[in-house]
């Protein structure tokens, strides 16, 4: 039987809620889609299922599927027909490769050769260092794959990112606006990191978010330093103008725990909670763990030691497995998640960011960061093991 089927492509046309936003779009050089948008599914999850696209002369496809060539994707089953996304049109398209993992970027767009330049190098800077951190390429659960991910870069009218799957869309704003590109370059590093914290293990319980996704913009952070695409004072800037301001003014922030809005539609609503709070939180530990152990040992230590012990295994790690890592490197740190991660108490991150040796104050709601003028050579060494960049 042969089944026909027109998809129509106006879907950017509506205006989405959170979420969806992006599972179709037309440019002049090209159609974006996602697997779940055109395909249609019998219910079975068939093995051997071959992809072939005909499209216009000129026309190239960056599909996520494992490419065989000829204009010819495989399949491995329903779950990668529907978790994928594709690009067909005029665009610019390069790889980032280590042993078998392939990151394939789509770029489309006017300036999409200068660009490529651009997104190639922060891609080799953010794999060098999370593959250095972790001390290899993702570990993907059984049944899962983390071998091949695509990045599809547009322009658009305003900076946007989604996630389907493994894969990443992003839309940037062209108009020059810095906070835009900032802004996708913390989208893109931020998906980038889950393929460890989150893909290759992973919490057994929403109450663990906040190391997921908060302790994952830690680390956004300090490769976008590392990749020499975020100054000090950008970075102390942010810290306050993103994640302190989403925090503090999230409705549930001094009276609910980080744990108990991390769940559901929670999460989405309290985004500063937990990526904003939890981010705090991890900061707060590291700063703890690496004054503990006289800079021997850090967050670091934690969470590639769950990549080792958790990473590819389909066994979430528990609340317990996790604050007890943190805890035995620095004594005391159960109490401080249990007051202020999983109880109500607000993260005093000024108090950790001053432990840590910067100069750092809330007043009126904003909080302020700075370096100090006469840090000490232990200080010097933290801060920068914490947030040095490339510079
Ligand atoms: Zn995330």
Excluded at 82 to 109: D, T, Y
Excluded at 213 to 241: C, H, I, P, Q
């Amino acid at each position: 039987m042969k089944l026909s089927y027109v998809v129509d492509l106006k879907h950017e046309d509506h205006e989405w809620s959170a979420g969806i936003d992006g599972s179709s779009y037309v440019r002049d050089w090209g159609v974006f889609s996602v697997g779940r948008a055109f395909a249609v599914m019998n219910g079975r999850s068939d093995a051997g299922i071959r992809l072939r696209f005909e499209v216009p002369d000129g026309w190239r496809v960056s599909g996520s599927w494992r490419d065989i060539g000829a204009g010819e994707f495989a399949v491995s089953g329903n779950d990668d027909l529907s978790e994928s996304m594709f690009f067909a049109g005029r665009h610019e398209e390069f790889k980032v490769r280590r042993g078998e993992f392939e990151l394939l970027f789509a770029v489309g767009g006017p300036k999409a050769s200068e660009r490529k330049a651009e997104l190639s190098k922060l891609a080799n800077d953010v794999l060098n260092y999370y593959s250095g951190l972790f001390g290899g390429m993702p570990k993907a659960p059984p049944g899962a794959s983390l071998d091949k991910i695509l990045v599809v870069v547009n322009p658009g009218p305003s900076t946007d990112g989604e996630v389907i799957g493994n894969h990443i869309s992003m839309i940037l704003d062209t108009s020059g606006d810095p906070m835009g590109a900032l802004f996708s370059r913390f989208i893109f590093a931020h998906e980038f990191f889950h393929l460890w914290n989150g893909k290759s293990f992973y919490p057994a319980s929403t109450d663990e978010e906040w190391f997921k996704e908060g302790v994952s913009n830690y680390y956004t952070m300090k490769a976008l330093r590392k990749a020499g695409v975020l100054t000090e004072e950008a970075m102390f800037g942010v810290m306050n103008g993103l994640f302190f301001q989403r925090y503090s003014n999230d409705e549930a922030y001094g009276k609910k725990a980080i744990s108990e809005v991390s769940s559901g539609d929670d999460k989405h609503r309290h985004w500063g909670m937990i990526y904003g709070g939890g981010m705090f939180a991890g900061i707060c530990r590291d700063v703890t763990i690496r004054k503990a152990t006289a800079g021997g040992k850090s967050l670091d230590d934690v969470i590639t030691g769950l990549f080792k012990d958790f990473g590819g295994s389909s066994e979430g790690y528990s609340r317990n497995e996790l604050v007890s890592r943190i805890d035995k490197l620095s004594i005391g740190s159960e109490r401080f998640l249990n007051d202020h991660v999983y109880g109500a108490g607000a993260v005093p991150i000024d108090v950790c960011l001053r432990d840590a040796g910067l100069d750092a104050t809330i007043t009126d709601g904003t909080l302020s960061v700075k370096r100090k003028a006469n840090e000490s050579p232990e200080e010097k060494a933290r801060i920068a093991a914490m947030f040095g960049g490339s510079e």
